[in-house]
């Protein structure tokens, strides 16, 4: 009843509301806001650019988006499930594990600066920073070659904090959240300072996060995420920048910052694992849950993330603007403690009561990057014309371990590369026309190693493999009338099949790294077509996509280790997006978004001796890679010149998936079918400022106290059956002077 109900409501929203999809929003003038939508600048596409001059769906995700979202909760990734219709359900933990963008993974980036490796996704490059000094988030939906390796999905550029006025500022903020259990009590303190005076400007942010436990709608403690929890855990910020501009007219700026960002596990619970229904084996299905304890030598988990960032710019060098960047990133993760069979060893004694091995894996990533970009409007004299072209190097090394044990998981691997690009866009009256080529050239080099006993100890021999490959893109966006648009885009994106994995699960004699064919990249191209529409108190937007790739990757859970597989195969994945804003008046502001995600693989990918081709595309991807439809409704109040009320509701819906395929070959019939439930979320925050007071807030997520399993962990898995947080109370204080 819920889904056929929910897409009425998207379609008449579609009739007749309006969206922003890549809109500031202002308080102090609502008219304005929208208006005000192409001096809006996205960075994320490495050249500064007009959001509606960019063909393909832009989101910007403002300050006040932020704000809201982090009145109800501190989880990293809230914000872009409330906001971005293509971005999948939030996993409420340190793992991003099953969060996409529209069915493929997004390259993450902070002040531009690639998050984790894709050398070995460990699914936690979600959570690197304090959320309280991001200034805003670009998403670019997509697939998209411009910042190098990993936008198969598209680009989510955080963007840190900037002065915007002289002086110096002080924002002292303070949080108190609570479920009301004895445990449940976490808080927040966080200062960020801000200079601007003359040419020179600087940002400081401090701050710590201590987070309790949570419990589900029914008063049950919440299991430990065997991916990283962000329960029981606590969380470290420092990031520092400074800015000079010089020269004549201060058309120079150096611009360096520092981020130093660590959250780590107290270790005073264990997971207890629970059971969904199967008739004989468990008639009480319940979720996990935890306890107090630990298990004897396990270590805490934990993200540590730190990342140097340097840029020089100069907007006067032969008629264009010239951007140098150089940037270093240490990144280390450490997941919690596992007993599964791949982690089992006769020659080394037992640490766990049941007479098992417990071990924790550990993925160590250490990048170094140059980028270099020249951007030169009015191309020879032509008005209109403009070129931007560069060159991209990275070096990024990458393995995984099992730290408690101290054995090689994953070998060391290195990937380097060197990309030059080039990019036109030309607007020629109404229409904005764009075109560019970018050249990965990259090698992945891996040394000799030899597997766990699981996997027999195989050896094998060490080698290098080239990666060289030409993405395109080109698009157009046609200004139809001063508020109606509509574009039409073709993008192609690299990346690689998170090589760790295959690389750990080699089990057969005589392998070699460059015989390894999942070690293949991944080539993503996306066709997209939409509108945007800006009226005087509303704006609708819509687009529709297709992305394909010929040798894809989807997620699986192998039966024997409990551990997800990487599956090589062709996928094709589709999907629509509505998003809009209706002004009422001056106080009442209502915004929607729908996203419907589709997407099909294979049953098996081809011989590698000619016998047989990949199967056809009958196997739906399930909620590991695509995320069911979903609708958010916010509706906005500003009760008073110093106060506002937000109420929000975000629904998953229930989805049936089938699918099977004959081999021939084989005489066997493949079939897969998932099942989800979908649910209905509201979230309540409040805002009243008191003069020379400060600014006082409440925040109550899942106001209703909804009972639900996370969509993702719908799915069986190992260990893999979580519920939901229940109400969440946050109590909010911030002074500014």
């Known amino acids: 009843m819920i889904k056929p109900l929910c897409t009425a409501i998207a379609i008449a929203l579609a009739a007749g509301l309006a969206p922003a999809s890549a809109q500031a929003n202002d308080d102090q003038d609502k008219e304005a806001e929208v208006t005000r939508l192409d001096r809006v600048i996205v960075t994320g596409t490495r050249a500064p650019k007009s959001a509606d001059k960019i063909p393909g769906a832009i989101n910007v995700v403002t300050k006040e988006d932020i704000q809201t979202t982090l009145l109800v909760t501190e989880d990293a990734t809230a914000v872009l ?65 411009s910042e190098g390796i990993g936008a198969a999905g598209g680009i989510i550029n955080y963007i840190s904090a900037q002065p915007s006025k002289e002086g110096s500022q002080f924002r002292l903020l303070t949080r108190y959240s609570s479920q009301f259990k004895d445990d449940s009590a976490g808080w927040k303190v966080g200062m960020n300072f801000m200079h601007k005076q003359d040419n020179f400007d600087a940002v400081v942010g401090l701050s710590r996060i201590d987070r309790g436990m949570g419990y589900d709608a029914d008063g049950v403690r919440l299991g430990m995420n065997t ?19 010089f020269g004549e007219a201060g058309e120079k700026r150096l611009q360096a910052s520092y981020s130093d960002f660590t959250i780590e596990g107290n270790g005073n619970y264990r997971q207890v694992d629970g059971c969904r229904y199967e008739p004989g084996w468990c008639e009480n299905p319940h979720p996990n849950t935890s306890e107090r304890g630990h298990l004897f030598e396990t270590k805490a988990e934990f993200n540590d ?71 030169r409007p009015d191309l020879f004299n032509i008005e209109g014309l403009e070129l931007h072209t560069g060159v991209d190097w990275v070096r990024d090394t990458a393995d995984q371990r099992l730290a408690l044990t101290d054995r090689l998981w994953v070998p060391p691997m290195e990937y380097t590369s060197l990309a030059p690009y080039a990019q036109l866009s030309y607007e020629l009256g109404p229409v904005t026309i764009s075109g560019g080529l970018r050249r990965e050239d990259g090698e992945l080099h891996v040394d000799s190693y030899t597997t766990t006993w699981y996997r027999g100890r195989k050896f094998v021999q060490g080698g290098t493999l080239s990666y060289n490959d030409t993405m395109k893109n080109l698009g157009a966006v046609w200004q139809i009338t001063p508020k109606l648009s509509a574009f039409i885009a073709y993008g192609e994106g690299f990346g690689l099949p998170n090589v760790g994995i295959p690389l750990r699960n080699v089990d057969t004699d005589g392998q070699t790294v460059d015989g390894i064919v999942d070690l293949q990249p991944i080539i993503v191209d996306n066709k997209e077509i939409g509108f945007n529409w800006y009226g005087e108190r509303m704006s609708l937007g819509a687009s529709y996509y297709e992305s394909n790739a010929d040798f894809g990757s989807s997620l699986s859970v192998d039966w024997r280790t409990n551990d997800f597989v990487l599956n090589r195969a062709p996928t094709r994945i589709r999907g629509f997006e509505v998003t809009a804003d209706w002004y009422v008046n001056d106080d009442w502001k209502l915004s929607a978004l729908f996203a419907h995600t589709a997407g099909w693989t294979s049953f098996w990918p081809s011989d590698l001796e000619g016998r047989w081709g990949a199967g056809g595309l009958n196997k739906p991807m399930g909620a590991l890679d695509t995320n069911p439809d979903k609708l958010v409704l916010t509706a906005r109040w500003k009760f008073s010149p110093n106060g506002d009320v937000t109420l929000s509701s975000a629904t998953q819906m229930s989805r049936d998936l089938y699918g099977s395929d004959y081999h021939e070959q084989w005489d066997e019939l493949k079939e897969y079918e998932e099942h989800t439930t979908g649910y209905t979320l509201f979230d309540l925050g409040v805002n009243y400022r008191v003069e020379k007071l400060g600014r006082f807030s409440l925040g109550v997520e899942n106001l209703a106290n909804k009972q639900y399993i996370l969509t993702w962990s719908q799915v069986p898995g190992f260990r893999n059956y979580w519920a939901g947080r229940g109400r969440m109370y946050s109590f909010t204080y911030e002074y500014t002077f």
């Open 227 to 245: 991916s990283g929890s962000v329960n029981d855990s606590v969380a470290n910020n420092l990031f520092v920048k400074a800015g000079f501009n």
């Open 81 to 145: 499930a409330r906001t971005v219709p293509g971005y999948s359900e939030a996993s409420q933990a340190m793992s991003n594990t099953g969060e996409n963008l529209r069915g493929r993974i997004a390259l993450r980036l902070f002040d531009g600066v690639p998050q984790g490796s894709p050398l070995r996704e460990g699914t936690r490059n979600a959570t690197f920073t304090d959320m309280g000094i991001v200034e805003r988030i670009e998403v670019i939906n997509g697939p998209s070659a």
């Open 305 to 375: 993330f730190r990342q140097f960032n340097l840029i020089y710019s100069d907007s006067d060098f032969l008629g264009g603007t010239l951007v140098l960047n150089g940037y270093w990133a240490d990144q280390a993760m450490r997941y919690p403690p596992e007993d599964g069979n791949d982690r089992q060893d006769p020659q080394i004694p037992a640490n766990g009561p049941d007479g098992r091995i417990w071990d924790q894996s550990e993925i160590r990533s250490d990048k170094r990057g140059l980028r270099a970009s020249w951007t």
